[in-house]
T-cell receptor, first 111, second 110 residues
Framework: DGGITQSPKYLFRKEGQNVTLSCEQN?????MYWYRQDPGQGLRLIYY???????QKGDIAEGYSVSREKKESFPLTVTSAQKNPTAFYLC??????????FGSGTRLTVV | KNEVEQSPQNLTAQEGEFITINCSYS?????LHWLQQHPGGGIVSLFM???GKKKHGRLIATINIQEKHSSLHITASHPRDSAVYIC????????????FGKGTKLSVKP
């Protein structure tokens, strides 16, 4: 079955360490996205990519970095510059015709 | 500023009740999405609609373009429907223009 795989489901890191969240899709979607979810708030866009080797900053890109070397993969790195990294992170992909498919998310806790 | 507002924020229902969740958006959108988020966090896309009405099983989504309003209805609600329901407006243009509501937390009691 086609879908989006995010790993790991739960991740713990020490303050000051960079951490990379994985997102893989086998839907052949061109566009991929990273969102952040905090309690009581709507999902907010961190980065998105419409094609391989191209990506754009979203509303809250500071302290994050991404790469899009392959169509299937869109990893997100949470750097030590991100002031409040503890959150739930969702990856998604889309086509204009069929809409969005979301992953199951990664809950990152920085201690 | 593009905004999406949902109501109610929390909703508790008895099994079998008819449920309505509302969504309003501030300016024109190209499509509106209804999503379901279960306690584990993963999100499932329920509907994408730009006009009229769509139905899938016990779920019905409607949109009124003139009033900039959409509703999600659940008929014969069941405890397994307990989840957070999120609406999101697609403001078109370059992709990445989804604006999300804060969600409605639904709890259906047996």
């Amino acid at each position: 079955d086609g879908g989006i795989t995010q790993s790991p489901k739960y991740l713990f890191r020490k303050e000051g360490q960079n951490v990379t969240l994985s997102c893989e899709q086998n839907l052949n979607h061109d566009a991929m996205y990273w969102y952040r979810q905090d309690p009581g708030q709507g999902l907010r866009l961190i980065y998105y990519s419409q094609i391989v080797n191209d990506f754009q900053k979203g509303d809250i890109a500071e302290g994050y970095s991404v790469s899009r070397e392959k169509k299937e993969s869109f990893p997100l790195t949470v750097t030590s510059a991100q002031k409040n990294p503890t959150a739930f992170y969702l990856c998604a992909s889309s086509t204009r015709r069929y809409g969005y498919t979301f992953g199951s998310g990664t809950r990152l806790t920085v201690v | 500023k593009n905004e999406v507002e949902q109501s109610p924020q929390n909703l508790t229902a008895q099994e079998g009740e008819f449920i309505t969740i509302n969504c309003s958006y501030s300016v024109g959108i190209s499509a509106l999405h209804w999503l379901q988020q279960h306690p584990g966090g993963g999100i499932v896309s329920l509907f994408m609609l730009s006009s009229g009405k769509k139905k899938h099983g016990r779920l019905i989504a409607t949109i009124n373009i003139q009033e900039k309003h959409s509703s999600l209805h659940i008929t014969a609600s069941h405890p397994r429907d307990s989840a957070v329901y999120i609406c999101a407006g697609d403001y078109g243009g370059s992709q990445g223009n989804l604006i999300f509501g804060k969600g409605t937390k639904l709890s259906v009691k047996p």
